[in-house]
């Protein structure tokens, strides 16, 4: 973990040490308590992990990239699939771990710590139920980036070289944790406030169907690779509830005021990095091919003669010539999702077909292309007329279902860059392209922080054995194909 952290255990450590009882009053200062509230500590960890999922900023974060929407034009290193040279492995790593986990579990131990009257405990299990959701969403994303991660050891701020967790058993663990979390939800009761809450403001509800609907998506990640337990997992989420339209949709409604404007203003407007991307050509052509009125949505109409695309991975990609993201995305207070009904209900369609449901796949496949429209803005009579197309309509449309729905699914991920590499990764459709400055095929994964060989060198190159090396080819464990 960050050594930061290990800092700060020491230094709490000796202040509660070194105050003699009889002085505690005396040194103790009311406006900055020794003890930061559970609520706050749940907040900062909700935020943090939204923040992450959104963030443009090529040190942090490359799903846009890796999912071929958006190429570089100045610095080509993180779209020619490069993840080393920022270290943007090390920087997710302690985004994750040290603002979002780190966060969740403080909040959790306090709350543990206080005793309270039996009136209470309900309001206190829903809030230990709702970190639990938090930390489960936190751990599915490292695993799908890295493969294995420190999950057992993680977070202790004594053990700087924890051992690292092969993914299929980080998954075994965090399902049992979301099983536990589901099962505590009261919605007779109260959790965290509506103020604390920043995604559903209190309703317990919501968290249900939030909390079931992450399990569709786990269950859907086993599909390939655990096709038994997917079915159990996905059928046991859809009959205990799971999302139903986009108002069930979990958004952080971004401010206008710092901190918290949407990340994407902040590395665009504030930072002046927005001529650093350019939409691709290979998206442009997908849109096109189907005459996806979501174009005009997603792109800006900087260029007279039409949408005109970057070469993926390619130098030479000159901002000024090319298509650039609707500015719309980049404003202050543009909301942050990360997870949505139009997911649920692609993964519905994909469920039918795999038989662990029952329905009908294309009348899910069509709800998500209407929930996808409704959230950018469109009519359901543009859906009605977009879906009418051979080329779309799930009966008609070419390929099986895991092209239909997953291109589909691909185009409504567009501001969710990493569930779309992930499905993509999963589903292998669309086939995701080959760098052109070097020749690197689309990555499997993220490499390791590139200080955990020196640091943790043992655990390290343990699991980086276990996975065919530590290598962007070496697949995730639910990557089957």
Request: hydrophobic share 40%; with cysteine.
């Amino acid at each position: 973990m960050k050594k930061s952290l290990l800092i700060l255990g020491i230094a709490a450590a000796g202040l509660f040490s070194s105050c003699d009882e009889n002085l505690s009053d005396l040194n103790t200062d009311p406006k900055n308590p020794v003890e930061v509230e559970p609520e706050v500590l749940f907040t900062y960890g909700q935020y943090n992990l939204v923040n992450q999922m959104v963030n443009i900023d090529y040190n942090n974060n490359l799903d846009r990239f890796w999912a071929n929407f958006l190429t570089q034009t100045t610095y080509i290193q993180e779209s020619s699939y490069d993840a080393a040279n920022r270290d943007v492995g090390g920087s997710l790593w302690d985004n994750i771990y040290t603002e979002t986990l780190y966060e969740l579990k403080e909040a959790k131990d306090i709350i543990k710590s206080r005793e309270v009257s039996a009136a209470l405990v309900p309001q206190r299990d829903n809030q230990l139920a709702m970190i639990s959701v938090m930390e489960v969403y936190a751990y599915q994303y490292l695993v799908d980036n890295f493969g294995s991660i420190p999950y057992t050891e993680a977070l202790d701020v004594t053990n700087v070289t924890p051992v690292y967790d092969d993914g299929e058993f980080v998954y075994g663990a965090i399902i049992d944790s979301l099983d536990v979390a589901i099962a505590n939800l009261d919605e007779t009761a109260a959790g965290f406030s509506a103020s604390s809450d920043i995604l559903y403001g209190g309703d317990i509800a919501a968290w249900k169907k939030f909390a079931n609907s992450i399990k569709l998506k786990i269950g859907m990640r086993l599909a390939d690779s655990n096709p038994t337990e997917a079915a159990t997992l996905v059928s046991e989420a859809v009959a205990a509830g799971v999302f139903e339209s986009n108002a069930d949709n979990a958004v952080y409604q971004f401010s206008s005021s710092q901190p918290y404007t949407n990340p994407i203003y902040d590395y665009f407007e504030v930072d002046s990095r927005a001529s650093d991307f350019v939409v691709t050509q290979f998206f442009i052509d997908m849109l096109e091919d189907v005459n996806d009125p979501r174009m005009d949505a997603y792109f800006d109409d900087n260029i007279e003669a039409g949408y005109v695309g970057g070469n993926y991975g390619a130098s030479g990609n000159a901002y000024a010539s090319l298509t650039h993201i609707n500015p719309a995305i980049a404003e202050a207070t543009f909301p942050g999702t990360i997870l949505d009904y139009s997911f649920v209900a692609f993964s519905l369609a994909e469920a039918v077909e795999r038989d662990f449901i029952s329905g009908s796949a294309a009348e899910y496949y069509e709800a998500g292309v209407r929930a996808s429209f409704a959230t950018w803005g469109l009519t359901d009579a543009e859906a009605t007329l977009y879906l009418a197309q051979p080329s779309v309509n799930y009966l008609t449309a070419a390929g099986d279902y895991k092209q239909k729905i997953g291109m589909q699914k691909y185009i409504a991920l567009y501001n969710q860059g990493h569930e779309a590499w992930t499905e993509a990764r999963r589903l292998d459709y669309p086939q995701l392209l080959t760098a052109v400055s070097n020749g690197v095929a689309n990555p499997k994964r993220l490499i390791f922080p590139t200080n955990e060989p020196l640091i943790n060198t043992t655990n390290y190159t343990s699991a980086s054995s276990a996975l065919g090396g530590d290598k962007t080819t070496s697949a995730i464990f639910w990557d089957m194909n």
